[in-house]
């Protein structure tokens, strides 16, 4: 079966065709067409055992805009509350004939080990990976370089500073791939206890630039000048079992993308945009005024998670060429 678990499972020309599809995609939202029979017939299980607002309901409006019959089921509701191991709540859902599981797990790895157990059963059932753990979230990465493709023209040559809890992010180490494939010069800022350790020699083996100085970044003092895209990521407390250090008003005083960032930024890159994957912490990692910024594009992003997931699902259970490279 095709999957998409990792941004790696796709080559440059891959990200370019879920990319181009998505335009076809938003074309046809935007003439309000509200259904295409593209996987009439098909059956996609949203499979989530971490909350979501924005990933599970677009990958179920993308799923009925295109016919499919979609289907959630969240960890809480289902049978792992008594026990029901995650394999065999996998080859439950697969042996109901399901096409695709779109999954999201606290595990890093899960949804490759779940797209292994079905493979060495034959099953046929594609697996999204919707976010695992710290580890990746694919589709993420891709409706961001969409957002972004959308409002500059392109990525590449681009400079793009990802900034904030770098530790805990998938979405940063999925847009870490997407953007190189897509020609983007990468910064990553963060505080020293929010940086992964081995960060110095992945930067330098897969050439970004790293920084624990947001004012210098936003000044242009690091390779690739100021940037042209601010990438925010979301405190991840909830991932932080011992308390975490910087306090709130530390991180905000040293990373937040306060007010004053905000005319910095707006006048050092007057064409620059503000992304957040969401959910936000306002005044945390981010300020009202930046959130709600002409420069802002959250609810493009909200907006293109919808076209690009029709891209994703159409590429993995509909076309010839599939998703992967
Ligand atoms: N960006 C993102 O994955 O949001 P949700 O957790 O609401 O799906």
Redesign the pocket.
């Known amino acids: 079966a095709r999957h998409l678990l990792s941004v790696a499972d796709l080559d440059a020309a891959a990200v370019r065709r879920i990319l181009d599809t998505a335009v076809e995609m938003q074309e046809v939202q935007r003439r309000q067409v509200k259904k295409i029979p593209t996987l009439r017939g098909r059956t996609v299980i949203n499979l989530f055992f971490?909350?979501?607002?924005?990933?599970?309901?677009?990958f179920e409006i993308a799923g009925k805009w295109m016919s499919a019959d979609t289907i959630n089921i969240t960890g809480k509701g289902s049978s792992t509350s008594k026990g029901e191991s995650l394999r065999d709540t996998a080859l439950t859902i697969a042996a109901m004939g399901v096409d695709a599981i779109v999954m999201?797990h606290g595990a890093s790895g899960a949804a490759h080990q779940v797209a292994r157990w079905l493979d060495e059963l034959g099953t046929g059932t594609s697996v999204v990976n919707?976010?695992d753990g710290t580890h990746e979230?694919p589709t993420?990465a891709l409706l961001d370089a969409y957002t972004v493709e959308r409002r500059l023209g392109s990525l590449d040559g681009r400079h793009v500073a990802i900034v904030g809890d770098v530790t805990h992010s998938r979405?940063f180490r999925s847009n870490l791939l997407s953007l190189a494939m897509l020609g983007a010069q990468v910064t990553v800022v963060a505080p020293p206890t929010l940086m992964p350790s081995g960060a110095s020699a992945w930067a330098e083996r897969d050439g970004f630039t790293l920084s624990h100085d947001l004012d210098a970044v936003l000044a242009g003092e690091v390779a690739g000048g100021v940037p042209d895209v601010l990438m925010m990521l979301?405190v991840q407390r909830e991932r932080m079992s011992g308390g975490y250090f910087p306090t709130p008003r530390e991180y905000t005083i040293g990373y937040g993308l306060t007010r004053d960032r905000l005319a910095a930024f707006t006048a050092a890159s007057p064409h620059g945009v503000i992304c957040h994957?969401?959910?936000m912490n306002r005044g945390l990692e981010i300020a009202a005024d930046a959130a709600d910024a002409a420069s802002s594009l959250v609810l493009d992003?909200v907006s293109a998670?919808v076209a690009v997931r029709m891209s994703v699902l159409y590429h993995l259970l509909a076309s010839e060429e599939g998703a992967s490279a």
């Open positions: 971490e909350d979501s607002t924005r990933t599970r309901s677009s999201r919707a976010g979230h993420q979405v979301r994957p969401g959910p992003q998670g």
